[in-house]
């Protein structure tokens, strides 16, 4: 053979191999919450752990009893300050935040070094040279039964933590990776109690110390374990910690007991106070009530929800996601808080909306005494001069144009409740598009035959002739046009044109309607409220009982109903135009393709 490999330094690899193992499983898997009490205790106990083993190492292969004094001393006392440790680890999981139990715990840790530290002072340890590296031996020495007994007592505690930990868990993945461990150290921990303190304190044999070692043959396992379920994957760690901090809206992360572990800053602003450590079920109310803790167990994307903040109730709006592991229960809970008081704002916008659309009722009210009264006197007047005809015929026309005008702002108000509660629906039918304009224009102009107004129509001659579309919405669009341009022109002309474009596929075509007039026209102001839902413009030139101001928003309400488009271009002193596009389907498309 080439070279020789001595036993000693083999078993010192392995020390220091188990060594480095502890030092990735306790950084790895706790790296991202190294700021809380449990986390703490963790790494804490596997800094122990990581000694122990190191130190043991070292005492194998020191070269004189000075080294082997203080490699052995350092290694015990890291040794035997893990078992107490561990156990506040545990207490933290069996029995969270009872800090009765934790400072009894933490009297035992500091009882447990002092008797450590008395083993290393007594000076009866001795050294044992063997083939596979220096060893250890306690014999006779009453300190170390002493300890012996002690540490027989923290074991049997770590095993009832452990029971109380499997007992208490509520989630299958923190069931599973508790009875691996137990299972695990039921086998290993004996062999670990022999080595290391049963055969050096009452008996004068030795043997490599292999606590540390089994205690590692348990923790592989279970951090496997841990890893496969995503134990660890509720924490921050798991977040964008930038987007976790600089997110405005409050967020909470909670656990599978809904109990806060964090919170962003803007949660602390709108709470007022740290709530971390609390009940998410405490500080908030669901119809004046604490909710139960099922309330919490599954995502909702939306509720409505009381939270208590430092100085008052606040109405919000909670977003709960929960992700889940294989078993059903939760890896994690975020909740993102909204304060509603901008909603609210918008409620009280609404209620004023509210009362201005009362006070248009009372408008129309009043619009619709004028009529009345006029078909009243009129009513009256034929009644007392039925022998002037003359007379009669002209109040005849008064009482017909004003019975017109009231049953226009009748069915413009019935028509604008159905577009608010969405009622309007559009039928179409086969209809003459030549007929229809006609009998709109002659309506029309009819109605303003008093005024001085050239009125002219331009059709295209190559218009189909049937059309299949909503008939009686598209003669109430056309009528509103030239009633408004009519109303709006006292001198000079209007021109309504009509004609067709290309369709979006075969068998279609749109039906365009502009209508030109010379009238008053509008600011860009005014043409931005055009089609506002009650909208009178130049009220002081315009002083008219005539309609309602809503046809402008029926006519865009009914232009949208039918996929449509509307335009208008204006400007004060030169008058106005609307153009409307409509899509129709051309009822006889087979004679000719328009599309």
Same mark, same amino acid.
């Given at each position: 053979?080439?070279?020789?490999?001595?036993?000693?330094?083999?078993?010192?690899?392995?020390?220091?191999?188990?060594?480095?193992?502890?030092?990735?499983?306790?950084?790895?898997?706790?790296?991202?919450?190294?700021?809380?009490?449990?986390?703490?205790?963790?790494?804490?106990?596997?800094?122990?752990?990581?000694?122990?083993?190191?130190?043991?190492?070292?005492?194998?292969?020191?070269?004189?009893?000075?080294?082997?004094?203080?490699?052995?001393?350092?290694?015990?006392?890291?040794?035997?300050?893990?078992?107490?440790?561990?156990?506040?680890?545990?207490?933290?999981?069996?029995?969270?935040?009872?800090?009765?139990?934790?400072?009894?715990?933490?009297?035992?840790?500091?009882?447990?070094?002092?008797?450590?530290?008395?083993?290393?002072?007594?000076?009866?340890?001795?050294?044992?040279?063997?083939?596979?590296?220096?060893?250890?031996?306690?014999?006779?020495?009453?300190?170390?039964?002493?300890?012996?007994?002690?540490?027989?007592?923290?074991?049997?505690?770590?095993?009832?933590?452990?029971?109380?930990?499997?007992?208490?868990?509520?989630?299958?993945?923190?069931?599973?990776?508790?009875?691996?461990?137990?299972?695990?150290?039921?086998?290993?921990?004996?062999?670990?109690?022999?080595?290391?303190?049963?055969?050096?304190?009452?008996?004068?044999?030795?043997?490599?110390?292999?606590?540390?070692?089994?205690?590692?043959?348990?923790?592989?396992?279970?951090?496997?374990?841990?890893?496969?379920?995503?134990?660890?994957?509720?924490?921050?760690?798991?977040?964008?910690?930038?987007?976790?901090?600089?997110?405005?809206?409050?967020?909470?992360?909670?656990?599978?007991?809904?109990?806060?572990?964090?919170?962003?800053?803007?949660?602390?602003?709108?709470?007022?106070?740290?709530?971390?450590?609390?009940?998410?079920?405490?500080?908030?109310?669901?119809?004046?009530?604490?909710?139960?803790?099922?309330?919490?167990?599954?995502?909702?994307?939306?509720?409505?929800?009381?939270? $208590?903040?430092?100085?008052?109730?606040? +109405?919000? *709006?909670? /977003? =709960? @996601?929960? #992700?889940?592991?294989?078993?059903?229960?939760?890896?994690? $809970?975020?909740?993102?808080?909204?304060? +509603?008081? *901008?909603? /609210? =704002? @918008?409620? #009280?916008?609404?209620?004023?909306?509210?009362?201005?659309?009362?006070?248009?009722?009372?408008?129309?009210?009043?619009?619709?005494?004028?009529?009345?009264?006029?078909?009243?006197?009129?009513?009256?007047?034929?009644?007392?001069?039925?022998?002037?005809?003359?007379?009669?015929?002209?109040?005849?026309?008064?009482?017909?144009?004003?019975?017109?005008?009231?049953?226009?702002?009748?069915?413009?108000?019935?028509?604008?409740?159905?577009?608010?509660?969405?009622?309007?629906?559009?039928?179409?039918?086969?209809?003459?598009?030549?007929?229809?304009?006609?009998?709109?224009?002659?309506?029309?102009?009819?109605?303003?035959?008093?005024?001085?107004?050239?009125?002219?129509?331009?059709?295209?001659?190559?218009?189909?002739?049937?059309?299949?579309?909503?008939?009686?919405?598209?003669?109430?669009?056309?009528?509103?046009?030239?009633?408004?341009?009519?109303?709006?022109?006292?001198?000079?002309?209007?021109?309504?044109?009509?004609?067709?474009?290309?369709?979006?596929?075969?068998?279609?075509?749109?039906?365009?309607?502009?209508?030109?007039?010379?009238?008053?026209?509008?600011?860009?102001?005014?043409?931005?409220?055009?089609?506002?839902?009650?909208?009178?413009?130049?009220?002081?030139?315009?002083?008219?009982?005539?309609?309602?101001?809503?046809?402008?928003?029926?006519?865009?309400?009914?232009?949208?109903?039918?996929?449509?488009?509307?335009?208008?271009?204006?400007?004060?002193?030169?008058?106005?135009?609307?153009?409307?596009?409509?899509?129709?389907?051309?009822?006889?498309?087979?004679?000719?393709?328009?599309?």
């Amino acid at each position: 053979m080439f070279f020789e490999i001595n036993p000693a330094y083999l078993v010192a690899t392995i020390f220091f191999i188990t060594s480095g193992s502890y030092t990735v499983l306790s950084v790895v898997t706790y790296t991202g919450n190294i700021d809380t009490g449990p986390q703490r205790d963790y790494l804490a106990t596997g800094a122990y752990l990581v000694l122990f083993s190191l130190f043991y190492g070292l005492m194998t292969i020191a070269g004189n009893e000075t080294a082997f004094s203080i490699f052995w001393a350092l290694g015990y006392i890291a040794g035997f300050t893990f078992f107490p440790g561990w156990a506040l680890f545990l207490a933290n999981k069996s029995y969270p935040n009872n800090k009765p139990v934790r400072h009894t715990l933490v009297a035992i840790f500091f009882l447990t070094l002092l008797i450590s530290i008395l083993c290393v002072l007594s000076d009866e340890v001795k050294m044992i040279e063997t083939v596979i590296g220096n060893q250890f031996s306690y014999h006779g020495s009453m300190i170390f039964k002493v300890a012996f007994i002690h540490l027989s007592l923290l074991a049997m505690l770590l095993f009832y933590f452990q029971f109380k930990w499997w007992q208490k868990a509520k989630m299958t993945r923190y069931r599973r990776e508790v009875m691996v461990f137990i299972t695990f150290s039921v086998f290993v921990f004996p062999i670990g109690f022999l080595t290391d303190f049963i055969l050096p304190t009452f008996t004068e044999f030795t043997f490599i110390p292999l606590g540390s070692i089994c205690i590692l043959a348990a923790s592989i396992p279970t951090y496997i374990s841990m890893r496969k379920n995503k134990t660890l994957s509720i924490e921050v760690k798991n977040l964008s910690g930038h987007i976790f901090k600089s997110v405005t809206l409050p967020i909470l992360l909670i656990d599978h007991n809904n109990i806060i572990k964090r919170e962003n800053e803007s949660a602390a602003d709108f709470f007022g106070r740290s709530v971390i450590g609390e009940n998410i079920a405490d500080i908030v109310l669901i119809d004046g009530k604490s909710p139960k803790q099922s309330f919490f167990k599954d995502s909702f994307s939306s509720e409505t929800i009381t939270a $208590k903040t430092q100085d008052s109730e606040r +109405l919000c *709006e909670m /977003l =709960l @996601t929960v #992700e889940k592991d294989k078993y059903g229960d939760a890896l994690c $809970k975020v909740i993102v808080i909204s304060d +509603l008081t *901008e909603i /609210l =704002l @918008t409620l #009280e916008q609404a209620n004023d909306a509210n009362k201005a659309k009362s006070a248009f009722l009372s408008n129309v009210g009043n619009r619709l005494r004028t009529p009345m009264n006029e078909i009243s006197d009129g009513i009256d007047k034929l009644l007392k001069d039925h022998q002037y005809l003359s007379e009669a015929g002209e109040k005849l026309v008064s009482i017909h144009n004003s019975c017109d005008s009231l049953l226009g702002i009748t069915n413009d108000i019935l028509d604008f409740s159905d577009i608010e509660a969405d009622k309007m629906e559009i039928i179409p039918v086969i209809y003459n598009v030549g007929e229809m304009v006609n009998e709109s224009v002659e309506s029309n102009k009819l109605i303003s035959c008093d005024k001085n107004v050239e009125f002219e129509l331009q059709i295209d001659e190559d218009i189909p002739a049937k059309l299949k579309g909503d008939q009686l919405r598209i003669r109430q669009i056309l009528d509103k046009l030239l009633s408004n341009a009519y109303q709006f022109t006292d001198t000079g002309e209007i021109t309504l044109s009509v004609f067709t474009e290309p369709g979006r596929g075969y068998g279609e075509i749109t039906l365009v309607l502009s209508v030109q007039d010379t009238g008053v026209g509008m600011s860009k102001e005014q043409i931005s409220k055009y089609f506002g839902e009650y909208s009178r413009f130049n009220i002081q030139e315009n002083i008219s009982p005539e309609g309602t101001g809503l046809g402008l928003a029926i006519t865009r309400s009914l232009v949208n109903l039918m996929n449509g488009e509307i335009r208008m271009e204006s400007e004060p002193g030169k008058g106005s135009f609307v153009l409307v596009r409509l899509p129709q389907e051309i009822a006889d498309h087979e004679a000719k393709d328009y599309s």
